[in-house]
């Protein structure tokens, strides 16, 4: 029997969910549930459960593994983001928790939530921009509101524990892509949106970010590119690396006239000093198809065949599908079916003599997201 060219990696195998037997959806933890529900459109444990049975129900396509155990801490994220980030990730939970109901000001409070206790900490104020002689208050409200760029992305009681499992996630993956066409680490939380020093968008630590560096510091990639196809920038990718002329980032999305990030994500953002051109940003318009997407796809895999890539790195976004929630708020793309077999084909066909490993980012229609992981990731692996 061939071996597959595919590798889950997560923190369940498709056997570890329990399914309704009735409706056949995933049973999720409590912890799970309750955390999901905090936000209308953003339920990533439902995703990565979902997506994990839909692998599984393509027979032989892929074989899968988890972690032992989560991460100890976060730290080895410091290579990408800044210390004081990491560490607020690790243990602002802990404080706010600490200060209970009369410590905790409700401006700071994620309305209407309660999680384990107290609320879910969100941002008061948000210092943007920062000027250089800022930095972060000593208070945990201060400095949730200097580290977060909004307000729908809480710290909340098992923010710390799942992070570290994601942390596992990752490091499992770069570990296994020697051995595999495509690796695909399906992590809780997203991470392009999150920053060298901030976090925001869904997203706590940038997971893309980490790798690339991982790869090029650990494991002998000289050259790593990074390509973005979810339906917002990668800008906190774009931003890491914006001034390094050896991580090649190029991001597809909804132009930011449109949509979120809204302030960067432009063509003209290119680069600075010896990184010129190392950055390539194709914003496209709302209601893109396929006809429109292609050519910038084809664009962006030159670009990474010119660079001369020694491995790939994709953030996966599915939320380009037509009629996604969260996308459609403001303007939306139209890809769907077959749209995803040839993305992950031209990918795969392109970075055909290279390691690639594929990183979940967003995605909020839960009843297309599965499949269009799916189709994406088998053809990827296949071409």
């Known amino acids: 029997m061939t071996k597959p060219s595919l590798l889950v990696v997560s923190r369940y195998l498709p056997e570890d969910i329990s399914v309704d037997a009735a ?21 990533p444990r439902y995703r990565r459960a979902r997506i994990l049975r839909e692998l599984e129900s393509r027979k032989a396509a892929a074989n899968f593994v988890k972690p032992k155990s989560a991460a100890n801490d976060l730290k080895d994220y410091e290579i990408v983001q800044s210390k004081g980030l990491i560490e607020f990730l690790e243990n602002g939970w802990k404080r706010w928790d600490a200060l209970g109901e009369e410590g905790q000001d409700p401006l700071a409070a994620l309305p209407g939530v309660s999680n384990n206790g107290s609320p879910p900490l969100v941002p008061g104020n948000v210092p943007l921009p920062r000027e250089p002689y800022q930095r972060p208050s000593k208070n945990v409200m201060g400095q949730v509101s200097y580290y977060c760029t909004d307000m729908c992305t809480p710290v909340f009681a098992e923010l710390a524990e799942e992070l570290q499992w994601d942390v596992a996630v990752m490091n499992l993956a770069m570990e296994s892509m020697k051995f595999y066409k495509t690796t695909y680490a399906l992590a809780t939380h997203p ?18 970010a980490f790798c690339a560096r991982q790869l090029q510091k650990t494991h002998g990639y000289s050259k790593v590119a990074v390509l973005d196809v979810d339906y917002h920038c990668g800008n906190g990718t774009a931003s890491i690396f914006y001034d390094d002329a050896s991580v090649l980032v190029i991001s597809i999305h909804c132009h930011p006239d449109y949509d979120y990030p809204f302030h960067t994500g432009l063509e003209e953002e290119t680069g600075v000093g010896e990184a010129e051109g190392a950055t390539m940003h194709l914003p496209l318009l709302p209601k893109t198809k396929w006809e429109q997407y292609s050519p910038a796809l084809e664009k962006a895999m030159k670009k990474v065949q010119d660079f001369g890539a020694e491995a790939l790195v994709v953030s ?10 969260c996308a459609i708020r403001r303007a939306g793309f139209d890809l769907s079916g077959k749209d995803y077999v040839e993305m992950g084909q031209w990918i795969g066909s392109f970075a055909s003599k290279i390691p690639i490993l594929v990183i979940q980012e967003g995605g909020y229609r839960m009843d297309k997201v599965p499949s269009a992981a799916a189709d994406f990731l088998l053809s990827c692996a296949e071409s």
């Open 191 to 208: 991470g392009h949106h999150a920053a060298q020093d901030s976090f925001g968008g869904y997203c706590y630590l940038n997971h893309a």
């Open 23 to 43: 409706t056949s959806e995933p049973i999720l933890e409590d912890a799970d549930r309750r955390n999901d529900a905090m936000d209308e459109y953003n339920h």
């Open 316 to 325: 996966l976004g599915l939320d380009t599908h037509v009629g996604d929630p």
